[in-house]
């Protein structure tokens, strides 16, 4: 296992808080949580400029990318 830096970790920490938070208002609304629809409202949160500050929009940016990578098949 790789030795992350704390700031790496936190940052990984923020955008799961960030997708968790969308995955529960997908969820309350009574949608499917699939990596699209998550996908697509971390784009119209980021399309709201000067919403959110330039860290979380960064945190959605690496979320979107990760969530657009087909799993790999490492346990194949």
């Known amino acids: 296992m ?3 830096s704390e700031k790496t970790m ?7 808080q960030i997708v968790g938070s969308i995955v529960f ?3 309350d609304g009574g949608l499917e949580c699939r ?12 399309a ?3 919403k959110w500050d330039p860290d ?4 959605m940016a690496v979320a979107i990318e990760r969530l657009e ?3 790999s098949n490492d346990y194949d």
């Open 2 to 4: 790789m030795n992350l």
């Open 10 to 16: 936190q940052q990984f920490d923020e955008m799961c």
């Open 25 to 27: 208002a997908l969820a």
């Open 35 to 46: 990596r699209r629809h998550i996908v697509q409202v971390l784009r119209q949160e980021m």
């Open 48 to 50: 709201e400029k000067g």
């Open 56 to 59: 979380q929009v960064m945190f």
């Open 69 to 71: 990578t087909p799993p």
